[in-house]
């Protein structure tokens, strides 16, 4: 049988090009070496979210007092925490692979190799199709032997008491925020001046800021060998990740200085009918949803021979408050030649923030002069993750700042203070400022 369309990786990416695929009736077979769900699912955002969301709850436990509650938090049961986790996780494994079958996506468990344009070996089983997507994901860098990746955290049984984070993206702000809420005691190693360091400033000051008002330690400007001589109980490597292009004809595409596989807007390869989504693409963000956008993206380039057009990125980091971003910062948008202005609201004043939480935050709206369009919004608050959608669908169409502000947002809400937020761009651009 040649198959229409051949997914190499089941996680985000490659399964929502599968269920694309076969949506528009297109006979699709999907390789995957270890466990469907990529590692998002397995060994990434779900677990530590999971993992995230009872270091809240026992931080909120913790404050109970505070609002009248007689409660005595005791601290954490780390093995029934795990299993619960794994737990979650498998059950969202199953129905994913129950429905890839129910769609008849057929799967094949293994090591699959690209050997030419239309032939797969996996199993020494020979596979022929019209079209490859390569969704075979990312794997974290170790930096040195000692050091635990990020995979290999999600596997402890018990909380350490004290953890050293080496690199100071949003991995590393996760799983201090996560162990600092467990009882451990964490410092986070970089090379720079602050950590979140191609995130919005008044991001990466707050959260710095709120960081060591919880007792983490953060060193900066450390050098190699200060990094390399690391050691705690636990020393976590949380330096990016790398394109896993293993078993793949390098022939067929072209890959940048970090591996990253060099595609067309549609995802296409320099090989016609191969394409790459998802975290093995150069420049990936490295996001589930933008990976799955993709291979949406490279189905319907198939099925039509058209590119569609890019989602606006949106970038989420899990922390407390949450952190969320889309399209450009004011300094971005200056630096492309765009004449912008930024305002910004505090979450001091917001009702839902005061009934609910000790944290504050902001949001922040960056919008063009002239057309007044919303150029990009960077959130530090409760719910960021989920308020900031509204705002890439503004970014990805090209809503205005008074189209926004025709929208009721309700009292009391957290996202009513993204309506105060445009009342004050809408001034700063009425005043000319």
């Known amino acids: 049988m040649i198959y229409d369309v051949a997914v190499i990786g089941g996680g985000p990416g490659g399964y929502a090009a599968a269920f694309e695929a076969v949506r528009y009736g297109l006979s699709t077979i999907l390789f995957e070496k270890e466990l469907v769900g990529g590692t998002c699912l397995n060994r990434g955002c779900v677990p530590t979210k999971y993992l995230a969301h009872v270091a809240k709850l026992g931080m909120e436990l913790s404050h109970a007092t505070g609002y009248g509650l007689d409660i005595q938090y005791r601290g954490i049961d780390f093995r029934m925490?795990?299993?619960?986790?794994?737990?979650?996780?498998?059950?969202?494994?199953?129905?994913?692979?129950?429905?890839?079958?129910?769609?008849?996506?057929?799967?094949?468990?293994?090591?699959?190799?690209?050997?030419?344009?239309?032939?797969?070996?996996?199993?020494?089983?020979?596979?022929?199709?019209?079209?490859?997507?390569?969704?075979?994901?990312?794997?974290?860098?170790?930096?040195?032997?000692?050091?635990?990746?990020?995979?290999?955290?999600?596997?402890?049984?018990?909380?350490?008491?004290?953890?050293?984070?080496?690199?100071?993206?949003?991995?590393?702000?996760?799983?201090?925020?996560?162990?600092?809420?467990?009882?451990?005691?964490?410092?986070?190693?970089?090379?720079?001046?602050?950590?979140?360091?191609?995130?919005?400033?008044?991001?990466?000051?707050?959260?710095?800021?709120?960081?060591?008002?919880?007792?983490?330690?953060?060193?900066?400007?450390?050098?190699?060998?200060?990094?390399g001589s690391v050691r705690d109980e636990i020393t976590i490597s949380a330096v990016g990740r790398k394109p896993v292009l293993d078993h793949m004809n390098k022939l067929l595409f072209s890959t940048d200085d970090n591996g990253g596989i060099i595609t067309d807007p549609s995802g296409q390869t320099k090989t016609k009918g191969i394409y790459a989504v998802g975290d093995a693409v150069s420049g990936s963000p490295m996001l589930a949803h933008t990976a799955m956008e993709q291979g949406i993206r490279a189905v319907c380039h198939i099925r039509h021979q058209q590119s569609a057009s890019a989602g606006a990125v949106i970038r989420c980091i899990y922390t407390t408050p949450e952190i969320a971003c889309v399209g450009s910062t004011v300094e971005e948008a200056l630096l492309q030649g765009r004449d912008a202005v930024s305002a910004r609201q505090t979450m001091y004043a917001n009702a839902r923030t005061l009934i609910s939480t000790r944290e504050r935050g902001f949001i922040k709206i960056v919008a063009e002069k002239g057309t007044r369009r919303l150029l990009g919004a960077q959130l530090m608050c409760e719910r960021a993750s989920d308020i900031i959608s509204e705002l890439a669908a503004a970014v990805q169409n090209g809503f205005t700042i008074d189209d926004m502000l025709k929208t009721t947002r309700p009292h009391p809400s957290y996202a009513e203070a993204v309506s105060e937020a445009l009342g004050r761009a809408r001034e700063a651009l009425d005043s000319g400022i």
């Open 81 to 227: 925490t795990q299993q619960k986790n794994h737990a979650i996780v498998e059950e969202l494994r199953n129905g994913l692979s129950q429905k890839l079958a129910d769609c008849n996506v057929a799967i094949v468990n293994g090591e699959a190799s690209l050997i030419d344009k239309n032939l797969i070996l996996c199993g020494n089983v020979p596979y022929e199709t019209r079209n490859v997507i390569i969704a075979s994901g990312s794997r974290p860098i170790r930096l040195r032997e000692h050091m635990l990746t990020s995979d290999e955290v999600l596997k402890l049984d018990k909380i350490p008491a004290s953890m050293s984070i080496i690199g100071g993206g949003s991995i590393s702000a996760e799983f201090a925020e996560i162990f600092n809420g467990f009882g451990t005691s964490v410092s986070i190693y970089i090379r720079g001046e602050r950590i979140l360091r191609n995130w919005d400033k008044d991001i990466a000051v707050g959260l710095a800021q709120s960081m060591k008002k919880r007792g983490i330690k953060i060193v900066s400007k450390c050098d190699e060998d200060t990094l």
